[in-house]
């Protein structure tokens, strides 16, 4: 590792064996490109980003009604309840129709959420063909007690269908407050007990793994790991698909999306290069503008530093707006990307790291100060 002190406020850290790497691998792509037409390099470079960014991956929030399935909708979005755009929440039965929720950033990835199984318009036995299990990749069975003969049910024809599951006992928050008001309380006795009441519950199942969740208080018992394990256990394409739309909350989901996009800066800096019409401001380097603010666009709001994720931040955590912009200091979060803006950043960037070209920029991690 080596910092760089960038200004009073600013460390910058590199990983210098990752830099290395990545260097010697750009030029070898820089060589590749010198050789080919760049407007056929620069179209295949936006089409393979295009595609990486479009992978569709569906996720089916499914459990009997009332068990919390638009909550955690909401709550897997990183979105309140009376959000614009959240899942109706309620007492009373709520959702009575599949209801696709896609994500605020990133349209390709969609929750949907199912109505309870075994209500009148979708019984137990037809449930998985009337709500078309096949769009989906996976399926989340929640409840809020000990699963019942339906979710058991439900799982064994998921499993027949080939598709995998995963069951979430929610509203854990609740199980703790009242647990709390006796004498001889512990948290980790109680999570236990619900615990291997749940696996007890689930005769049937081969070694059921149960999530305890709340969909109010994230960050308490199994949220992370729930998201951790619906990451390692989706197909390799898919992985970066959900990396990108989990809530910031888990610093090892923030690691691996930092890794996951310093993986595709290269496609980056060779598109970019290869298309190049926009001249930097003093700076002797020309680039594909539209395709970075396209690339910083897309870093921004994966970090959830674009002005509505912010918002929406500060309305969950009750932290005010004004305190989570005090500490950000890219001139690029919180701010509209536009070439204009993002050219004069770049320019800037050269007084402070001595870039001298759009590689250098690129193919070391420097382009994560961009945010
Ligand atoms: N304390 C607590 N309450 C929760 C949690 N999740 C959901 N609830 C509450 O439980 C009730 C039902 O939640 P919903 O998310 O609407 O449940 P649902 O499964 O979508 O219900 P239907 O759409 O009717 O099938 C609401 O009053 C929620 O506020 C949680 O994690 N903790
Ligand atoms: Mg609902």
Known sequence: MKKVQLSPRCVFVQDVPDVAAAEKNVDRKRQALQNKDPAAVAAKIQQHLEKQDNIPLNIAITGESGSGKSSFVNAFRGMSDDDEGAAPTGVKQTTSEVTPYPHPNYSSVTLWDLPGIGTTKFPADKYLELVGFETFDFFIIISDTRFRENDVKLAQEIQRMKKKFYFVRSKIDNDINAERRKRDFSAERTLKVIRDDCVHSLQGIESPRVFLVSSFKQHWCDFFLLQETLERELPMKKRDAL???????????????????????????????????DQVPGLSIAVDA??????????????????????????RTGVPYTDLRAIIISPLAAAEITTELLLKVMSQLEELLNISTLFDVMSSSKMFYLI
């Open 243 to 277: 990396l990108f739309v989990m809530p910031n909350f888990n610093p090892e989901i923030i690691i691996k999306r930092k890794k996951a996009f310093q993986s595709k800066l290269k496609y980056y800096a060779i598109g970019s290069a290869a298309g190049a019409h």
């Open 290 to 315: 539209a395709l970075l603010v396209d690339a910083v666009t897309h870093y921004v709001h994966a970090f959830g530093l674009d002005i509505p994720s912010l918002k929406r931040l500060s309305h």
